[in-house]
């Protein structure tokens, strides 16, 4: 997986996607728009939490130390030693929150889009070391690999709203999409040996269940806390660590391609 350039020069050309002609009207689009179809990045369920950006390019504001410390993060949430919530700060008399560049909790696009991206390639070289590779193979694992996406973003989204939370869909979109790294490893591993995927696939996927369930509780109490459905909360968020199982083996298993 690419990480971005430390060149300064090249990462404010990369935070700023939308430079060049027509730049005015994206930005008043999405400023009209945005906030109403994606909603911002920030949690605002029930908290005096403001919205921060309409703007998508707020989830691309990354350099390589919040590249590196987030994939950190992902793929082994034990070791994280500090805390989970993200970090605000004052913006014309509210709180808005850091963007990631600032804030290594903070949900970026930059890593799930190139961690998926990473998982198309690799399971297309897998494929060719089997001699499965075709372009309708290819294709169909592009196209799994968008489906189990989707189905981990309305898994998220379905949690929040059984438990009457919201988050935006950006956010959502984000923290669905970092499964992909630990995929894009269990495929790497069982290229170079192929045992190594029994032993690698459980880890990525226990590790994956434990930042998704750290995550969707602090989404989940960053408002006044509510200890209503307490119990309930608990064997939703079981349910979706145990979820990554079948998700992780259905992307990652070729033998049907």
Excluded at 230 to 247: D, E, K, M, T, V
Aim: glycine share 8%; with cysteine; proline share 6%.
């Amino acid at each position: 997986m690419r990480i971005p350039s430390s060149n300064p020069q090249a990462q404010q050309s990369f935070a700023n996607p939308f430079n060049g002609a027509g730049s005015g009207i994206i930005r008043s689009g999405l400023g009209a728009y945005g906030e109403r179809f994606l909603g911002s990045s920030s949690e605002f369920m029930q908290s005096n939490v403001s919205k921060y950006f309409s703007d998508p390019q707020y989830y691309f504001q990354v350099n390589d130390h919040y590249v590196w410390n987030k994939l950190k993060v992902v793929l082994f949430p034990f070791l994280h030693r500090g805390h989970w919530t993200r970090i605000a700060e004052p913006v014309g008399g509210s709180l808005a929150y850091k963007p990631p560049i600032h804030d290594i909790n903070a949900p970026d696009l930059y890593i799930p889009l190139m961690a998926f991206g990473s998982y198309v390639v690799i399971t297309g070289f897998s494929l060719g070391l089997f001699g499965k590779f075709s372009p309708e193979a290819l294709s169909l694992q592009f196209t799994k690999g968008l489906a189990g996406w989707l189905m981990q973003i309305i898994l998220l989204k379905g949690f929040l709203y059984s438990l009457g939370r919201e988050s935006p869909l950006l956010d959502i979109v984000s923290y669905a999409g970092y499964a992909f790294t630990g995929m894009s490893i269990a495929v790497m591993a069982k290229i170079f040996w192929s045992y190594s995927y029994y032993f690698i696939m459980p880890w990525v996927c226990l590790c994956t269940g434990v930042f998704l369930v750290k995550t969707m509780r602090r989404v989940l109490f960053s408002g006044p806390r509510s200890y209503e459905h307490a119990s309930r909360c608990h064997y939703l968020l079981l349910f979706i660590a145990a979820a990554q199982f079948p998700l992780f083996f259905w992307l990652c298993n070729m033998s049907n391609t």
